[in-house]
């Protein structure tokens, strides 16, 4: 396979542009760490964690807009986290989700002559011969490739039943730069890890491990090609979803084939009304057919983004009269045509995501549990996961998530966002504590779960703004416990035998529990105070550590005056209270 052009990523440049890459991503991570520690681990520590708060959305904007020139400057997997950045709603703020929205329409295009020399070289004949037209202006650039309208060789297009066409050809020398990347994003991986805010909530290496993964997976366009395949035979019986067809003969791991489904950008309102179609209605379709995908098949699209989904109108057959007889399938078609007329079709399947069976039934769980407005549930479900670890005390968090869907449960977006933030505030500082005391974690596998449901409520969010998507949850989670009640014998004889045991080992516990009081050995534990004390401890620790510093520094320095000597040695002294005002208890026993 000949090299990718000079022009691109030349022999002779290749090592010192990719080493100038890799310096800059890691010039901008360690700043960026460097500024939020100060701010967000040591002001606080000092006692200055108002002037933390005040500053934080400006620092989170001026972070976000120097990311978007990096990543618009550099391309490659910049751009993908830049992506998953601007989906993260739930846990990144508005300032950089909001900065980031539009980052992949920005990606510039490669001049058509050098994706021409790529495709002629992967698919070993002139794009003449291949095709008998290529628009030399793509219809999108992305960040790993582009795509160019193209119309089938005759022969190509009879054996393939199609004409128009999609030629999606990788940029040359992506695979170096997806390398580059990779290796520092690795690096900035490690860093986290050592960094135990982020450490004990998620394991950064394995997430990084897990963004390399599919990156490399959506370099392969034969892999794509595979998973459009899968994907389409899942959806095979349904009428709502169209996939497009693969040109096998006209692909290779760097260039893609695909049959040109081009329609109405799922999130184009005036497009759609135009065709008769309501937003509204498309929006609890989509948000069924992403549903089906995480919790019945198990095999979803990760990168449901507005331009990865087309709504394409269906126009009923002509001679199509109610009470015509005629073959059943056709009938049926006929009928899904009438009750929804239009499908949504899916394209780019370069970021796939697969539920392994265990994991499904934990969403499933926490789907029902959370349709259900039952926080214990929610809380057992996050344990199924890994989302939460078996061993933490949870009643705290029952507790709140049962108060939290007593005051909010069931409300859209549009109305949270009229309720009094005073409300939210009182919330946090109610429930913070028990949150951030709790050993979260994110299995490895969630990155994409939540970047598809990230960017399905936002699509749906932006069809109807007033969609809730409770509205699409609820008879979803009762489907699934129409579902799940096959299983009921089974659960209600395991959950007997479960009382069973308990019933039997009751008297001994009893036993046990009065002996322990009998002898003082009866302890009982309040979290909330220990952690309170304990806070109060160390609080006091350090405001001595901080008093001592200021006296022995004043006093170096009246010393100084007399003895230069002496009154230097106390100054330098009196740095040490002071590295114990501020990193006290930084190694000592976490708050639970």
Same mark, same amino acid.
């Given at each position: 396979?000949?090299?990718?052009?000079?022009?691109?990523?030349?022999?002779?440049?290749?090592? @010192?542009?990719?080493?100038? &890459?890799?310096?800059?991503?890691?010039?901008?991570? !360690?700043?960026?760490?460097?500024?939020?520690?100060?701010?967000?681990?040591?002001?606080?520590?000092?006692?200055?964690?108002?002037?933390?708060?005040?500053?934080?959305?400006?620092?989170?904007?001026?972070?976000?807009?120097?990311?978007?020139?990096? *990543?618009?400057?550099?391309?490659?997997?910049?751009? /993908?986290?830049?992506?998953?950045?601007?989906?993260?709603?739930?846990?990144?703020?508005?300032?950089?989700?909001?900065?980031?929205?539009?980052?992949?329409?920005?990606?510039?295009?490669?001049?058509?002559?050098?994706?021409?020399?790529?495709?002629?070289?992967?698919? !070993?004949?002139?794009?003449?011969?291949?095709?008998?037209?290529?628009?030399?202006?793509?219809? *999108?650039?992305?960040?790993?490739?582009?795509?160019?309208?193209?119309?089938?060789?005759?022969?190509?297009?009879?054996?393939?039943?199609?004409?128009?066409?999609?030629?999606?050809?990788?940029?040359?020398?992506?695979?170096?730069?997806?390398?580059?990347?990779?290796?520092?994003?690795?690096?900035?991986?490690?860093?986290?890890?050592? %960094?135990?805010?982020?450490?004990?909530?998620?394991?950064? =290496?394995?997430? %990084?491990?897990?963004?390399?993964?599919?990156?490399?997976?959506?370099?392969?366009?034969?892999?794509?090609?595979?998973?459009?395949?899968?994907?389409?035979?899942?959806?095979?019986?349904?009428?709502?979803?169209?996939?497009?067809?693969?040109?096998?003969?006209?692909?290779?791991?760097?260039?893609?084939?695909?049959?040109?489904?081009?329609?109405?950008?799922?999130?184009?309102?005036?497009?759609?009304?135009?065709?008769?179609?309501?937003?509204?209605?498309?929006?609890?379709?989509?948000?069924?057919?992403?549903?089906?995908?995480?919790?019945?098949?198990?095999?979803?699209?990760?990168?449901?983004?507005?331009?990865?989904?087309?709504?394409?109108?269906?126009?009923?057959?002509?001679?199509?009269?109610?009470?015509?007889?005629?073959?059943?399938?056709?009938?049926?078609?006929?009928?899904?045509?009438?009750?929804?007329?239009?499908?949504?079709?899916?394209?780019?399947?370069?970021?796939?995501?697969?539920?392994?069976?265990?994991?499904?039934?934990?969403?499933?769980?926490?789907?029902?549990?959370?349709?259900?407005?039952?926080? /214990?549930?929610?809380?057992?479900?996050?344990?199924?996961? !890994?989302?939460?670890?078996? #061993?933490?005390?949870?009643?705290?968090?029952? +507790?709140?998530?049962?108060?939290?869907?007593?005051?909010?449960?069931?409300?859209?977006?549009?109305?949270? &966002?009229?309720?009094?933030?005073?409300?939210?505030?009182?919330?946090?500082?109610?429930?913070?504590?028990?949150?951030?005391?709790?050993?979260?974690?994110?299995?490895?596998?969630?990155?994409?779960?939540?970047?598809?449901? #990230?960017?399905?409520?936002?699509?749906?969010?932006?069809?109807?703004?007033?969609?809730?998507?409770?509205?699409?949850?609820? @008879?979803?989670?009762?489907?699934?416990?129409?579902?799940?009640?096959?299983?009921?014998?089974?659960?209600?004889?395991?959950?007997?035998?479960?009382?069973?045991?308990?019933?039997?080992?009751?008297? /001994?516990?009893?036993?046990?529990?009065?002996? &322990?009081?009998?002898?003082?050995?009866? %302890?009982?534990?309040?979290?909330?105070?220990?952690?309170?004390? !304990?806070?109060?401890?160390?609080?006091?620790?350090?405001?001595?550590?901080?008093?001592?510093?200021?006296?022995?520094?004043?006093?170096? *320095?009246?010393? +100084?005056?007399?003895?230069?000597?002496?009154?230097?040695?106390?100054?330098?002294?009196?740095?040490?209270?002071?590295?114990?005002?501020?990193?006290?208890?930084?190694?000592? =026993?976490?708050?639970?």
């Amino acid at each position: 396979m000949p090299a990718a052009p000079t022009t691109v990523i030349g022999t002779a440049s290749r090592a @010192p542009d990719t080493r100038k &890459r890799y310096r800059r991503i890691l010039r901008f991570a !360690g700043w960026n760490l460097a500024v939020t520690w100060f701010f967000e681990l040591l002001l606080p520590r000092i006692g200055l964690t108002r002037i933390a708060e005040r500053t934080r959305p400006k620092r989170m904007q001026r972070f976000a807009r120097r990311f978007h020139v990096l *990543a618009v400057e550099l391309g490659g997997l910049m751009i /993908k986290v830049g992506q998953f950045m601007s989906s993260r709603l739930d846990v990144l703020p508005p300032e950089i989700t909001k900065e980031l929205e539009g980052l992949q329409d920005e990606v510039p295009p490669v001049p058509f002559e050098l994706i021409k020399q790529l495709a002629e070289a992967e698919l !070993g004949l002139p794009l003449w011969r291949a095709f008998t037209w290529v628009d030399e202006t793509p219809v *999108a650039a992305a960040s790993l490739g582009q795509a160019h309208r193209a119309r089938l060789a005759p022969a190509d297009a009879a054996d393939t039943g199609l004409d128009a066409v999609m030629l999606k050809v990788q940029r040359p020398g992506i695979d170096a730069i997806v390398e580059v990347d990779l290796a520092a994003l690795r690096r900035v991986g490690r860093w986290l890890s050592h %960094v135990r805010l982020v450490s004990d909530r998620v394991d950064a =290496p394995a997430l %990084v491990e897990e963004f390399a993964a599919t990156s490399l997976e959506e370099i392969d366009y034969l892999h794509e090609a595979a998973n459009s395949v899968r994907f389409a035979d899942d959806f095979a019986a349904d009428a709502r979803v169209g996939v497009p067809q693969v040109v096998w003969e006209r692909s290779t791991r760097r260039v893609l084939t695909l049959e040109d489904v081009t329609a109405i950008k799922i999130t184009d309102a005036d497009a759609l009304r135009a065709a008769g179609i309501d937003p509204a209605d498309v929006a609890p379709v989509f948000a069924a057919v992403m549903f089906d995908q995480l919790f019945t098949n198990g095999f979803f699209h990760a990168d449901p983004h507005p331009g990865n989904i087309f709504v394409t109108p269906l126009a009923p057959p002509a001679d199509a009269r109610p009470g015509d007889p005629g073959d059943l399938d056709d009938a049926s078609e006929t009928d899904a045509a009438v009750a929804h007329p239009w499908r949504l079709t899916f394209i780019d399947f370069g970021m796939m995501g697969t539920v392994p069976a265990n994991t499904r039934s934990g969403l499933r769980k926490m789907l029902i549990a959370a349709a259900s407005r039952d926080g /214990k549930g929610l809380v057992a479900a996050a344990q199924d996961l !890994g989302v939460l670890l078996p #061993s933490a005390e949870t009643s705290e968090l029952e +507790r709140a998530l049962t108060q939290l869907f007593a005051r909010f449960g069931g409300m859209g977006f549009a109305e949270l &966002r009229e309720v009094d933030p005073r409300e939210f505030r009182d919330f946090g500082v109610e429930f913070g504590h028990v949150v951030r005391s709790l050993p979260f974690q994110l299995p490895e596998n969630f990155l994409l779960i939540i970047r598809a449901m #990230s960017l399905t409520s936002g699509v749906c969010s932006a069809l109807d703004p007033s969609f809730n998507l409770w509205n699409s949850v609820e @008879p979803y989670a009762q489907q699934l416990i129409r579902e799940e009640r096959g299983n009921l014998a089974q659960d209600l004889g395991r959950q007997a035998l479960e009382n069973l045991q308990l019933a039997w080992r009751l008297p /001994k516990r009893l036993d046990d529990l009065v002996t &322990r009081a009998e002898e003082g050995r009866l %302890v009982v534990s309040n979290p909330a105070l220990e952690r309170r004390v !304990g806070r109060l401890e160390r609080t006091a620790r350090r405001l001595i550590s901080g008093v001592l510093f200021g006296a022995v520094f004043i006093a170096g *320095a009246i010393v +100084r005056a007399d003895d230069a000597v002496f009154g230097t040695v106390l100054m330098i002294v009196s740095v040490l209270p002071l590295l114990h005002a501020l990193f006290a208890g930084r190694t000592g =026993p976490r708050d639970r």
